[in-house]
């Protein structure tokens, strides 16, 4: 090989997704049982990543949303979580929240020790050898399009009273018909 030959470019590195994109669509392991994403369509939801099950930020995050799922559920929006951690880890963690806060999770956590989903929604990069920007909430209308996205650094927090917000916002703007929770 020439010496002063360029290397080869490499691949281009996953965009994050885009508001007005549609949401990829998946299938995985989660506390609630096997999910897919299609599951979903027809109502709204908000699809969130965490960096690690047992963190006190991943675990204040949990406790606040987990109280106010009646609020999502009542706009007929679902919830859906995300992390690296094995689905073992989840289910421990769901278990660890209600011993020591009387609060039960009511909404499946997915597994992605793979990071697969991560890297399909951009949350991290291709190479990235661990979750640490996973911190991350989808806003899916109910035809599967994301309609808002926030990002947050790894040590802090999400506002729910935001995120209900939000999906409050969203649902007046785009006046999409949302199948109502059962």
């Given at each position: 090989m020439d010496s002063n030959a360029l290397p080869a470019p490499a691949a281009p590195a996953a965009r994050p997704l885009r508001i007005?994109?549609?949401?990829p669509v998946f299938r995985a392991r989660s506390t609630q049982g096997d999910v897919s994403l299609d599951q979903y369509r027809g109502r709204w939801l908000m699809?969130?990543?965490?960096?690690?099950?047992?963190?006190?930020v991943c675990t204040s995050?949990?406790?606040a949303l987990s109280r106010a799922a009646p609020g999502f559920e009542a706009m007929g929006c679902a919830l859906l979580g995300l992390s690296v951690d094995s689905l073992?880890?989840?289910?421990?963690?769901?278990r660890a929240i209600q011993e020591s806060?009387?609060?039960?999770?009511?909404?499946?956590?997915?597994?992605?020790?793979s990071m697969v989903i991560g890297r399909a929604y951009g949350m991290i990069d291709d190479a990235?050898?661990?979750s640490s920007s996973m911190r991350a909430s989808y806003f899916i209308d109910p035809d599967g399009i994301i309609r808002a996205i926030t990002w947050y650094p790894l040590t802090v927090g999400r506002s729910v009273e935001e995120m209900l917000r939000?999906?409050?916002a969203l649902q007046?703007?785009?006046?999409?018909?949302?199948?109502p929770a059962p």
């Open positions: 007005g994109e549609k949401a699809f969130f990543s965490h960096p690690a099950d047992f963190t006190p995050e949990f406790v073992y880890a989840h289910v421990a963690w769901v806060f009387g609060v039960d999770v009511p909404f499946p956590i997915v597994e992605d020790a990235a050898l661990d939000v999906v409050a007046r703007a785009f006046q999409i018909d949302a199948v």
